[in-house]
């Protein structure tokens, strides 16, 4: 059995996979015309979400159109990546979200739990705490009894924390 349900001509595996990802709600990346895309923008190249820090356009030449060059950054491993697209082509570009929550605990395995701000998503107890200079001050912070505030960016289902700071406010 392929998955594909005859009598209905629709494929049954993407049907249950659409009920269980509902609470997704939308799509991970949207298109967008290369040629809109700017500098700081996001793009997808190689299926990685990418933070665009550098554009150069070809002109029409004999054979073709208008050429978009981009050099980007990935926004999870930090790599640098190049994509050349025609201008009218469509690229992708991901859905990047930054939240901010107010840390709870740090657990043993290094596990933040994560308290959002006021109507601003679930509470998250799926992040690591990173090995690095951001990770290492959220935990500081966190063992001196700071209340402490930290970034998080999400795109295409990854997480990465971005920032952190001590919450100041005093609630």
């Not at 700017?38 to 554009?55: D, L, Y």
Request: proline share 4%; net charge negative; aromatic share 6%.
């Amino acid at each position: 059995s392929s998955g594909i349900n005859a009598e209905y001509g629709t494929d049954i595996m993407s049907d249950e996979f659409e009920v269980d990802s509902a609470d997704a709600g939308a799509a991970k990346w949207i298109p967008q015309q290369a040629s809109a895309i700017k500098k700081g923008g996001h793009i997808m190249i190689k299926g990685r979400p990418c933070k665009v820090v550098n554009i150069s356009t070809s002109k029409p030449g004999k054979h073709g159109s208008a050429k978009c060059n981009f050099t980007a950054i990935d926004l999870f491993t930090g790599d640098k990546k190049e994509a050349i697209s025609p201008g009218h082509a469509n690229v992708d570009v991901p859905i990047v979200t930054r939240l901010e929550y107010t840390v709870m605990d740090i657990d043993d395995s290094g596990f933040f739990s994560l308290m959002p701000n006021e109507g601003q998503g679930e509470m998250r107890e799926d992040i690591r705490c990173p090995d690095d200079a951001e990770g290492e001050k959220a935990k500081t912070l966190f063992n001196d009894g700071k209340d402490v505030m930290v970034t998080i960016l999400t795109a295409i289902g990854e997480d990465r924390l971005v920032d952190v700071k001590e919450n100041t406010k005093g609630n």
